[in-house]
């Protein structure tokens, strides 16, 4: 079996995982085995009732809106077209650490050309741009942890 065709079985054995809310799914295929194992889910974490005090009423507006800049919901995204993860994996924006990265907000993009990569069990996979347009946000950050359909950016 190929790689490529590995990618795919991959790939369609996350949309099952998805789709199905499956906790895990395994294959074996022409002697090679895949298990794909779904996240855990976050835990919730309940806040405490805010406290009287004026000081503390102070600090939690300034609390949540710097918590709101860091986890944007998906209805808070700019318009556009969304690039999302193809798969589970490390993100990184350059070819390597000293390099500059492929793209920046603002930058021009014409269909085809790389966005990012994911890296996943040791293979650099390059995220192409679906369309062309403008780059108006890069969600993801080198290094980061990126979930299987994940928005990576957004192409206006």
Do not use: H, W
Not at 59 to 67: E, F, K, N, Q
Not at 94 to 118: A, H, N
Not at 119 to 132: G, L, R, T
């Amino acid at each position: 079996m190929e790689i490529n065709e590995i990618k795919d079985v991959a790939l369609e054995l996350m949309d099952a995982l998805a789709s199905k809310k499956l906790g895990e799914v395994a294959i074996e295929l022409e002697g090679v085995k895949i298990k794909i194992k779904a996240a855990a889910p976050a835990p919730v974490i309940a806040a405490a009732p805010a406290a009287a005090a004026a000081p503390a009423a102070s600090a939690a507006p300034a609390a949540a809106a710097a918590a709101e800049t860091e986890t944007a919901p998906a209805d808070d995204l700019p318009a556009g077209t969304q690039v999302k993860s193809p798969l589970v994996g490390t993100f990184y924006s350059s070819p390597s650490p000293d390099e500059p990265p492929f793209v920046l907000v603002g930058q021009e993009v014409k269909e085809g050309d790389t966005l990012c990569i994911i890296e996943a069990m040791k293979v650099m996979n390059e995220i192409k741009a679906p369309c062309s347009g403008k780059v108006v946000r890069i969600m993801a950050q080198p290094g980061d942890m990126v979930e299987y359909n994940q928005v990576l950016c957004i192409i206006e």
